[in-house]
């Protein structure tokens, strides 16, 4: 038995050793991915929103969801922008990194109208349209500044 544990230690081990290996090997490229599907899972969430609060679509159990969603990615957004991914396919402009504050600022205040579009909830449609507005004026705030436009 004392064999068995000190081979499951050993693997245990070796695959810590292996994971933690892996995670330090992150490519710049895949950093650049990794934001893009999170900036296109941000725009989904919002699409679906608008459907829901324009009354185009009647699934009001979703709006919740949606929300929350939109605000768990918005809380911490900046950390899909480190430095060193500011280079290749990419629309982000090299002003987020030069003017890292700001951009920190405004990534802190599309979270803050996330949250309160999350608390706006399904129950009253006219908030519901006002918390998305800002969350969408949160949006345009950043991408006018630090977003390039499509080729």
């Known amino acids: 038995m004392k064999h068995f544990y000190n081979l499951s ?3 245990i081990g070796a695959l810590l050793l292996s994971l933690n290996t892996a995670l330090a090997e992150v490519q710049p490229e895949d950093q650049i991915k990794y934001r893009q599907h999170t900036m296109k899972a941000l725009g989904a969430h ?3 929103l608008a ?3 324009r009354g ?3 699934h009001p159990g979703h709006v919740a969801r949606h ?3 939109l605000a768990a990615v918005a809380s911490d957004l900046a950390a899909v922008f480190p430095e060193g991914s500011d280079f290749g396919e990419t629309r982000a402009r090299d002003s987020i990194w030069e003017e890292w504050g700001r951009f ?3 990534s802190r205040d599309l979270a803050t109208a996330a949250s309160g579009l999350a608390r706006a909830g399904a129950g009253d449609p006219a908030a519901l349209r006002r918390a ?3 969350v969408g004026e949160a949006c345009k705030a950043c991408h006018e500044r630090y977003r390039s436009k499509p080729d």
């Open 46 to 48: 919002m699409g679906s």
């Open 132 to 134: 998305l507005g800002e």
């Open 104 to 106: 920190e600022q405004l």
């Open 51 to 53: 459907l829901l609060a």
């Open 9 to 11: 230690s050993a693997l």
């Open 56 to 58: 185009k679509v009647d």
């Open 67 to 69: 929300a929350e969603a």
